[in-house]
């Protein structure tokens, strides 16, 4: 069997090469296909922040507190059908939030570093068209359906996908008084176990953040659908071994220019830096 060289492209028949504009058969997929999907940019205001004992103490003491960073640690998806609205489904998101705070406390110049939990929940109503067969796989476990519906039929759900970008930390304040109560909704073992404790219910200050996210909802189903093929992805160029010199790897860093002599700004940006502050006092 002759190899194939990096760099080439295999041939087909008479010797003619094939090119990437040439469809050379249609084949047959299975592919999640996207039925419907939406888009949102929610900024959340008030979000209460729950911390362990450890954390709470911190607050406790705290005469101040200044967001720094949030970040997604999971979320829970779950789809279930609108009545009288065939081929629709609500998308139920709730995502857990990871928010890190520096606290000042009175007479200390020095803040500590605590984090805590913020939980928000979001609803979103998509098409998701209609099917009425199951798919099983080899490669996959043994899952059990749900038992009928009171109406004596089995739902087909559609899957929904959530994609999340990374958090914009916007602000936080300090509340004295009481820690806000825990949702009723049983918090996910991995949550609990991402900040090592459970979470405090006793306290004398509470803290809210105010965040920024983007998210993108879709609903998917599995499909067999025919597209045209070209050929197989064959590597078009050969992996070269890494150098263990680390002399060698630094020679091959581009002078980092924007160091040492900041661009100017455009117009555009500039004007963008134009506003009023709005601040009292």
């Known amino acids: 069997m002759p190899d194939v060289s990096y760099g080439t492209v295999p041939r087909q028949s008479g010797n003619e090469p094939l090119t990437e504009n040439k469809c050379t058969d249609a084949v047959c997929i299975n592919a999640s296909r996207i039925y419907d999907s939406c888009g949102s940019k929610d900024c959340l205001s008030n979000l209460a ?59 200390s110049t020095i803040p500590s570093r605590v984090n805590g939990l913020a939980i928000y929940g979001k609803r979103s109503v998509l098409y998701g068209s209609e099917s009425n067969s199951k798919s099983f796989s080899s490669d996959s476990c043994v899952v059990c359906s749900q038992p ?39 918090i996910p073992e991995c949550v609990i ?28 189903r599995n499909v067999q659908i025919m597209i045209p093929s070209y050929d197989f992805c064959i590597p078009r160029k050969e992996c070269k071994p890494e150098s263990d010199d680390p002399c060698e790897v630094f020679s091959r860093v581009d002078f980092p220019n924007e160091s040492f002599f900041p661009p100017n700004a455009r117009p555009e940006e500039r004007e963008k830096c134009n506003f009023e502050c709005g601040c009292n006092g």
């Open 49 to 107: 922040v729950y911390f362990t004992p450890c954390s709470q103490s911190v607050i406790n003491n705290a005469s101040s507190v200044k967001i720094c960073k949030a970040s997604v640690i999971t979320a829970d998806v779950s789809v279930e059908s609108i009545a009288f609205h065939r081929g629709c489904y609500a998308v139920d998101v709730t995502f857990y939030f990871d928010i890190s705070l520096e606290a000042y406390t009175c007479g």
């Open 148 to 186: 009928v519906t009171s109406c004596g039929c089995t739902e087909f759900l559609p899957n929904a996908t959530v994609q999340i970008s990374e958090p914009m930390a916007l602000s936080a304040r300090l509340i004295k008084g009481s820690v806000p109560q825990l949702p009723c909704a049983p």
């Open 193 to 220: 176990t991402y900040f090592g404790d459970d979470f405090a219910v006793t306290g004398d200050a509470s803290v809210s953040a105010t965040i920024g996210i983007f998210t993108i909802t879709q609903l998917e």
